[in-house]
């Protein structure tokens, strides 16, 4: 056992105790029978659009990998219950699977979920986790050993939109770059990683404009913008609102700033609605989007929902995000299996971070290297009117 886990399991002794008697006895459980997957998805509640993906592109990847011969001869099982995105609900239900289901991995809603579960599966010694939070400090292996970003955090994001911005405009003409973000973690999250990298390659940021994550009389913002006059405005931390509103107001103060975002800011809600006002919404996304057909594992997901989810009208990148976490867990377990390693936290989280050059089946377009608990790799992509798509418009960028 190495020095760093072994003081993990030392502090989380007592955590250990409140768990009770499953955090000792679940290693021998996993001896044989199936490897569970649980997870606390926010199915109602304000983020129910996304919860209902990550709940189905999870559930989907357990039926798909199961129907393609399962994980080194055993099956996976998948269980989740709904925490309406209530942090104190989530726990619970991590509490209550923990006890009963004794999986060996598991998926919450959030960054607030993960931390506040961090001390008991540190204790429990017997599984990892991973939620769709991109969050900086997710990516932690001494501090969050046993835990895993679906993707590259959001730090990696926005280096990876300022060096295709530095390499996409004129050397000689510099453009000036505006931030507009929620006054909270998601918001927040990537903007000094973006802002140090734009300073490395020469790039101003000429206003830095922090907001309520909704409820927002955009018109004084709108205002600093028009004093500022940049080239390209980059929103982080919003999904949708206030975002349209923002844009509209801009071009009706004469600006024409290239407006640009990251992950969940580039769903279909958002271009949808900047679409339909005329404007080409572009950023960067850790994945291919569901209607691609260059991907073998995006086309398989594509497949198993026509014949299964016929009401779905799109892979959404929740869906795929959650589905893509679910190749993670069972790359770990097969890993573990194949080495004849038991499914513990140590032997997990070594199987994770030999991942040096997994290959996704092209939700990534490059191997990536999943040794540091993230993928630091990304694309630029940039709305289709004609399409009514977000296309690609770089090629696979890692930092």
């Known amino acids: 056992m190495t020095d760093f886990l072994r003081r993990k399991l030392i502090q989380a002794a007592g955590s250990a105790a409140a768990l009770g008697p499953f955090a000792m006895q679940r290693a021998s459980a996993q001896a044989k029978g199936d490897i569970v997957i649980a997870a606390s998805q926010p199915i109602t509640g304000i983020f129910a659009f ?21 994980v080194g001869g055993r099956k996976l099982r998948y269980v989740s219950e709904d925490s309406g995105f209530k942090l104190d609900q989530g726990v619970a239900i991590f509490k209550k699977l923990m006890a009963s289901e004794k999986p060996t991995f598991f998926y919450g809603d959030s960054t607030q979920w993960a931390k506040a579960v961090a001390q008991d599966a540190v204790a429990a010694g017997t599984i990892m986790t991973s939620s769709t939070s991109l969050a900086s400090s997710m990516a932690d292996p001494v501090g969050m050993p046993q835990h895993f970003v679906p993707g590259p955090i959001y730090g990696s994001m926005h280096e990876i939109l300022m060096e295709y911005i530095a390499k996409t405009w004129s050397k000689s003409d510099k453009p000036k770059i505006a931030y507009v973000y929620a006054d909270t973690e998601f918001g927040r999250d990537g903007i000094p990683a973006g802002k140090a990298r734009a300073e490395k390659l020469g790039l101003p940021i000429v206003s830095e404009i922090v907001t309520k994550q909704a409820g927002i009389d955009v018109a004084p913002e709108v205002a600093k913008l028009r004093r500022a006059r ?13 975002m349209p509103e923002f844009v509209r107001q801009m071009r009706e103060a004469g600006l024409q700033s290239q407006v640009m975002g990251t992950a969940w800011g580039l769903d279909k809600p958002a271009y949808d609605a900047l679409g339909a006002m005329g404007e080409s919404l572009s950023g960067v996304s850790p994945y291919r989007y569901g209607h691609e057909t260059d991907s073998t594992m995006i086309n ?18 929740f869906y795929v995000s959650s589905w893509l976490s679910g190749m993670v867990f069972a790359e770990i377990a097969e890993r573990c299996i194949k080495a004849n390693k038991p499914l513990t936290l140590q032997s997990m989280k070594a199987a994770l971070e030999s991942m040096k050059e997994w290959d996704s089946g092209g939700i990534f377009g490059t191997l990536v290297d999943l040794s540091k608990h993230q993928a630091p790799v990304g694309r630029i992509y940039r709305y289709d009117p004609k399409t009514k798509t977000m296309e690609p418009a770089s090629s696979w960028l890692k930092v």
Request: glycine share 10%.
């Open 300 to 317: 398989a997901m594509r497949d198993f929902a026509a014949r299964n989810r016929p009401d779905m009208k799109n892979i959404s990148p």
């Open 230 to 242: 940049p080239d390209i405005v980059i929103f982080q931390g919003y999904i949708l609102a206030p």
């Open 50 to 70: 996304a919860g209902t993906a990550m709940n189905n592109g999870l559930n989907d990847f357990v039926l798909w990998k199961n129907a393609n011969g399962g």
